[in-house]
């Protein structure tokens, strides 16, 4: 495209009300590439001027760059002077905010500039004394009684990314109206330039207390159990090291070349967990060390995954799924029913059935929220335990109401001693789980596109003319607009969800299979991949 009068007027603009140097010239360099005719330059003139960053119930997510489309000091500082409208509206003036960091390119200049808006808002502000995992964050505003929470993450997006993550003063994230609230404060806000700024917040450790509380998860009584893992670049190495030290497990082994926080993610292509790859060098380190346990952590560590030895030898990292049910099994096996009569584990609509199939069995109460712990942590009283399938776990709802792979971690290594102790593994509990209600297998089919009306075009074909069979299975179809853009697809023993990604440019697709045990497990296995193969066919053609 040609750079336009109005284009070239918007960024000026811009620039003359980015209190950051740094930004201003990083713009005005785009902008003289664009009027000297640079190819592509008025192209990302216009994407960095196409925004703003919308705020949601995720709070800011985007590339760390000059413009209103990016994360920058301009954008948190607007951003932040609209939360403070909303919190002074809401009978809040002059309360505590928390403000937490990552090690992403741009934190800390963020996390100063929030912690900066507030203070001089009249707020009192505490912030965390460096970077820290997410979860202490969410800690630290329901240990303190703050009226809410800033977090600077991004989380397990690639490296050009830096995100703003707001929990509100129940401790969890905000939920609409909220965002919708703050979206249009952030849009009053006058420029960044005009937005008050005043030094002087506090700064707060938690980190004995939020520890005290996670050696306080039932962990059981073994302790001999050897563990490898790894932060992936992100904050998580030394929360964990000292997590494991004061729960008294002692045989842990790190991934050395991803321990130390790096915004560059230098050693793996895309910093998640899940992604095919990015734990490589953790599955090589337990195989060398012979551990009985590998566990990886996302960048801000409120992720978990875990890696078990197969029977052959090898090593494979468990699908959320299954960690999601190992852990909500050792949960509601442990829960003192005198302090806790009835209680409750829930999941998303996307994850596997079940968790509510070992809820019934062990007289507890199950529930299904939409995707997103910001439900997850508000599906009812006497929440035990939560997950989500995208390796999100709340083992700990009385402390940390958002998922927390530092506690998650802990207690994985917890029930794998004991499992130890008994000549057991995980693997075990697995295969009880399947052998007791039949085998639950899930996958997912991920579109990513680049123009997100794609995605628009393909829900409305769906829901316009849905197909009466899916891998050979008669389906009916569920819309649950207007409560969420989301289809649900159920047959004899499978189910398909589909809908858009929140945080990511794609459509998603979650499928499950459930298949009875018959006669042999092995069998039953067998038959379920078979099952599921078929159904991922059909999906990835409705998907084209």
């Known amino acids: 495209m040609t750079l336009t009068s109005t284009l070239r007027d918007a960024a000026f603009r811009w620039i003359a009300d980015d209190p950051d ?61 609209g939360v403070a409208t909303w919190l002074t509206a809401h009978g809040h003036a002059g309360a505590l905010v928390v403000v937490g960091r990552d090690a992403r390119h741009g934190s800390e200049e963020f996390a100063a500039a929030a912690a900066e808006v507030l203070t001089a808002a009249g707020f ?46 129940t401790g969890g994230q905000i939920v609409p109206p909220t965002d919708g609230e703050i979206e249009q404060a952030i849009q009053a806000a006058p420029a960044a330039v005009d937005v008050p700024r005043e030094p002087g917040a506090g700064v707060v450790d938690l980190l004995g207390s939020y520890l005290d509380e996670v050696a306080e998860l039932p962990l059981g009584a073994d302790r001999v159990v050897r563990v490898a ?29 991803q321990s130390t926080p790096d915004p560059d993610f230098p050693t793996v292509s895309f910093p998640n967990p899940e992604e095919p790859g990015a734990t490589d060098l953790l599955l090589a380190l337990a195989s060398e060390v012979d551990a009985d346990l590998a566990i990886a952590l996302d960048p801000d560590a409120d992720r978990c995954a875990l890696g078990v030895r197969e029977r052959d030898g090898s090593w494979r990292m468990l699908r959320g799924d299954e960690t999601g049910v190992l852990l909500g099994s050792t949960i509601l096996s442990t829960v003192d029913r005198t302090t806790m009569p009835d209680p409750l584990v829930a999941t998303t609509i996307v994850s596997s059935s079940l968790l509510g199939e ?10 299904e929220t939409l995707t997103g712990f910001k ?39 917890g029930l794998t001693a004991r499992l130890r102790a008994e000549g057991r593994t995980p693997l075990d509990v697995l295969d009880e789980l399947a052998e007791r209600h039949g085998v639950h297998v ?51 023993g499978v189910r398909i969800v589909v809908r858009p990604s929140g945080t990511e440019p794609k459509l998603k697709a979650y499928l499950q299979v459930v ?29 084209s």
């Open 21 to 81: 140097p740094a930004s201003r010239d990083e713009l005005q360099g785009v902008v003289a590439r664009a009027l000297g005719g640079e190819p592509g330059a008025a192209d990302e003139l216009a994407d960095r001027m196409a925004g703003p960053l919308e705020f949601g119930t995720a709070g800011l997510r985007g590339p760390v760059r000059a413009g209103p489309n990016g994360m920058n000091v301009a954008v948190v500082t607007r951003t932040t002077a």
């Open 124 to 169: 009192t502000v505490q912030v965390m004394p460096g970077p820290l995992p997410t979860p202490l964050l969410a800690y630290a505003v329901k240990h303190l009684g703050a009226v809410a929470g800033i977090q600077i993450t991004a989380s397990h997006n690639p490296p050009a990314d830096n995100g703003y993550k707001l929990y509100d003063a």
């Open 375 to 413: 439900w997850l942590v508000r599906a009812g009283d006497g929440l035990v335990f939560a997950y989500e399938e995208a390796l999100g776990l709340c083992v700990n709802p009385g402390f940390v109401r958002d998922k927390d792979g530092i506690a998650a971690a802990t207690l994985a290594a």
């Open 515 to 543: 298949e009875p045990v018959r006669e042999s497990l092995a069998d039953a296995r067998t038959a379920a991949g078979k099952r599921l193969t078929a159904l991922r066919a059909d999906v990835e053609a409705l998907l």
């Open 229 to 257: 893992a790894t932060a992936l670049h992100g904050v998580g190495a030394d929360t964990l090291r000292a997590a494991f030290e004061r729960a008294g497990f002692t045989d842990l082994h790190l991934v050395e070349a």
């Open 442 to 492: 899930t996958d997912q089919v991920s579109l990513r596109v680049t123009d997100l009306s794609v995605r628009g075009r393909l829900m409305g074909k769906l829901r316009e003319a849905p197909p009466a069979e899916v891998g050979g299975v008669a389906v009916a179809l569920e819309d649950l607009l207007p409560d969420a853009d989301v289809l649900r697809l159920t047959g004899d």
């Open 358 to 367: 070992i809820a019934k069995a062990e007289g507890a109460r199950y529930a």
